[in-house]
């Protein structure tokens, strides 16, 4: 899904184009995956930027620092 976004994509339908490439993208989720993720999101936005900084925490290079989203 970061592809889609990275590339521009703005709809679910997008993802159709990372179907045709699964060799060079991998497995990509379904729409109705996508559709529960993002709604998910909405109604608990706390939660994602909670799960999100933590990942961007983890994740980080030590010598480059983390990025917040929403705080």
């Known amino acids: 899904m970061a592809v889609l ?8 339908s997008d993802l159709d184009i990372l179907r045709t490439s699964a060799g060079v ?14 709604e998910r ?11 999100f ?3 961007a925490r983890e994740t980080a290079d030590p010598g480059v620092g ?3 989203v929403g705080y």
Do not use: K, M, W
């Open 5 to 12: 976004l990275a590339g521009g994509g703005e709809h679910v």
């Open 25 to 38: 993208f991998g497995q990509v989720p379904s729409n109705a995956t996508i559709s529960r993720f993002f």
């Open 41 to 51: 999101t909405v109604a608990n936005p706390d939660v994602f930027n909670y799960g």
């Open 53 to 55: 900084n933590t990942l």
């Open 66 to 68: 983390g990025c917040r």
